[in-house]
């Protein structure tokens, strides 16, 4: 499913966007009203985080999200029944965004059936180690989910190929170092080698993530990625509202992203 989001985006001349959501954040109606909002907007697949008291790898915005949601007692089975309602009304291919303690709390094989009966086409687990995560991967494939692994840029040629040998979906790249967040943005030189690098040892799609903000960054990332990976800001754009009012203004700030995906624009 994921590689043919990617390959119609191709064929659209645009690069794909997959916007990331914490699930629960307020409460599970706004969450609703969010994903559907981004459907309609033109997302291509949405990443749906599954809120965790110790996110390593998000920043301030997304950790505060987390903790919304979980005051809201979102759970992982609430997160589930959000991916399905979703499913269920034709909306966007859901990326389950986790980390793997609350993976392996729940049960590895129980969450990959949860997952695939939720709907979910993906699961994102950016704390699990390459050397530790064969298990993982082995019970999201049976049930035909994929496992998108992230690249990050100090990571060396060797590793990185053994990285995309065994991603699934996608390979996320990770454009700068550390936790996600809009206040830094992308270093497009950089992230040009990174990329030009990883072309050269896989076919899979690249998508970016950490740190692309505005339009700005996408026409950057567009010029050499396959999708661009938006959260931190998404998240900032409705902090605060509920309902039709959040989803409001969602859509207010991806359109600008959207347009400004198309390689005519780069």
Same mark, same amino acid.
């Given at each position: 499913m994921l590689e043919a989001l990617f390959e119609r985006a191709r064929?659209?001349?645009?690069?794909?966007?997959?916007? $990331?959501?914490?699930?629960?954040d307020p409460d599970s109606s706004t969450t609703v009203a969010v994903v559907r909002a981004l459907t309609q907007a033109g997302a291509d !697949?949405?990443?749906?985080?599954?809120? $965790?008291? *110790?996110?390593?790898?998000?920043?301030? %915005?997304? !950790?505060? @999200? @987390?903790?919304? =949601?979980l005051a809201a007692k979102t759970t992982i089975a609430s997160v589930f029944e959000i991916a399905r309602q979703h499913r269920a009304s034709d909306g966007a291919?859901?990326?389950?965004?986790? $980390?793997?303690?609350?993976? $392996?709390?729940? &049960?590895?094989?129980?969450? !990959?059936?949860?997952?695939? *009966? @939720?709907?979910?086409? =993906?699961?994102?687990v950016p704390d699990i180690a390459l050397e530790e995560g064969e298990g993982l991967a082995a019970s999201l494939a049976y049930k035909n989910l994929a496992m998108p692994l992230l690249v990050a840029p100090s990571t060396k040629p060797e590793r990185a190929r053994r990285i995309v040998e065994? +991603? +699934?979906?996608?390979?996320?790249?990770? +454009?700068?170092?550390?936790? %996600?967040?809009?206040? %830094?943005?992308?270093?497009? *030189? !950089?992230?040009? &080698?990174?990329? #030009?690098m990883l072309r050269g040892i896989t076919t899979q799609p690249l998508a970016v993530g950490f740190g692309v903000s505005s339009p700005e960054h996408v026409r950057a990332v567009a010029r050499h990625a396959d999708g661009f990976i938006v &959260?931190?800001?998404l998240?900032?754009?409705?902090?605060?509202?509920? &309902? #039709? #009012?959040? =989803?409001?203004?969602?859509?207010?700030?991806?359109?600008?992203?959207? =347009?400004?995906?198309r390689y005519a624009q780069v």
């Open positions: 064929r659209e001349q645009r690069a794909a966007f997959i916007p $990331y959501v914490m699930a629960g !697949a949405i990443e749906l985080g599954i809120p $965790y008291g *110790d996110p390593l790898a998000d920043g301030p %915005t997304i !950790a505060a @999200a @987390a903790a919304r =949601a291919p859901i990326v389950l965004f986790t $980390y793997f303690n609350p993976v $392996y709390q729940y &049960g590895i094989e129980r969450f !990959a059936d949860r997952a695939a *009966d @939720a709907g979910a086409c =993906a699961v994102i065994r +991603s +699934s979906g996608f390979v996320y790249v990770v +454009s700068r170092l550390g936790v %996600t967040g809009a206040g %830094t943005q992308p270093s497009t *030189d !950089a992230l040009r &080698g990174q990329v #030009e &959260g931190s800001a998240v900032d754009s409705y902090a605060g509202s509920r &309902g #039709e #009012e959040a =989803a409001q203004r969602v859509r207010a700030f991806v359109e600008p992203l959207i =347009a400004a995906a």
